[in-house]
């Protein structure tokens, strides 16, 4: 039997109060798949007094991270945020252990650094808790799919949004009932600005582009659009026309050398998979030249979740730390560049609010046309007071096309305002 592998916890929240039980109960069982005898060494968190979801032995809990990290064979970091988490992950790949964390704010904005550090020293550095909680994806896109070339990823990677926008659907909610709905339940925060305004699937867009495309993105190379502006009238509208509206976090390969990566509530048709993610399940749809169409589903957050995911990154370092030699590492060898969305193709929903007037809709279309954008379907309310609202799904355009014509539509005398400009989603790419 191998020499024992201490482990230090950095963090003692929901999830890692869980991964410390998992480390405690399920110890026996991880020293048979590990092939080496595992001992939770410390927990260091903020307060060694704090309550906590799951208790460990008292002696455990410290507030010297440094110490502790210095004193471990392999790191799990649960604290979050950008700050001391870097520093602290950088001490411990530099020394040459081994981290698993769940990071992703800091994964989006420091991968880079933090993968450079690992690799230096030759240490490892794992992260699929990041990214969708308890679902496998990185470790599929990294390994499994290692043989094959993505094309296209969707997901719906953030909960908290997926739960807002399946209340507005299913029960005809505002935008704003809907969120004090999930904030009751307990799936959004106090403050729901990092879910709602789409930058924490921004973070984990960022990362899951960098590994499905073997190049290395930021958050700062996504586009970010939230759910905030969604109305009950856009999503009553994609339902009669056979949609269903999702926070997607896309990302997808442009020409040879690029990809657009970004985050957009998409209006998605009725039987697409992806349609029937309910609640706060989130769930990720991969296209790759050979195996063709996967989707992965599950919990996106929770403890335990989490958990599972981070005990199965620590499982697997730890045995190639017994074994010696690295696993299926993460590359960068392709180094596409993120190319925005000037050139991004896909059919829009537009809704528009306008004086009920002779020439309103052929003064739309022409405008439309003038920008080579052709209308799908296109249906008008009964106008109230002497203003009507029009709905138009386009065929494919160009989002910088459709950008120039919503500008000259906004500014015609007998339109009071674009009301909604929806991304639709529908044939494969
Ligand atoms: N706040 C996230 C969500 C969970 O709502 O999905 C953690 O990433």
Known sequence: ???????ALLGAGNVGSQAARILVEDNAVLEKRIGAPVELIGIAVRDTNASRHWNADPSLYTTDADALIDAADVVIELTGGIEPARTRILRALKAGKSVVSGNKALLAKHGVELQAAADESGAQLSYEAAVAGAIPILRPLRDSLAGDRVTRVLGIMNG????????????????????AEAQKLGYAEADPTADVEGHDAASKAAIVASLAFHSTFTIDDVHTEGITSITADDVAAADADGYVIKLLAICEREGENGANIRVNPTLIPRQHPLAGVHGAFNAVFVEAENAGELMFYGPGAGGAPTASAVLGDFVSLARRLVLGGPGVPETSHAQLHATGLDNVVSRYSVGVLVEDRL????NITRILTEHGISVDSLRQSAPKEGVAQI????????????RRAIAVI????TVREVNSVIRVESEKH
């Open 1 to 7: 039997m191998a020499e024992k592998i201490k482990v």
């Open 410 to 413: 906004d500014a015609l005398d």
């Open 359 to 362: 020439g309103v809709l052929a």
């Open 160 to 179: 908290t949004t997926n739960y807002i926008l399946d209340q507005m659907d299913t029960t005809g909610a505002s935008f704003s009932d809907a969120l």
């Open 391 to 402: 709905r138009m799904v386009t065929h494919s355009a160009k989002d910088a096309d459709l």
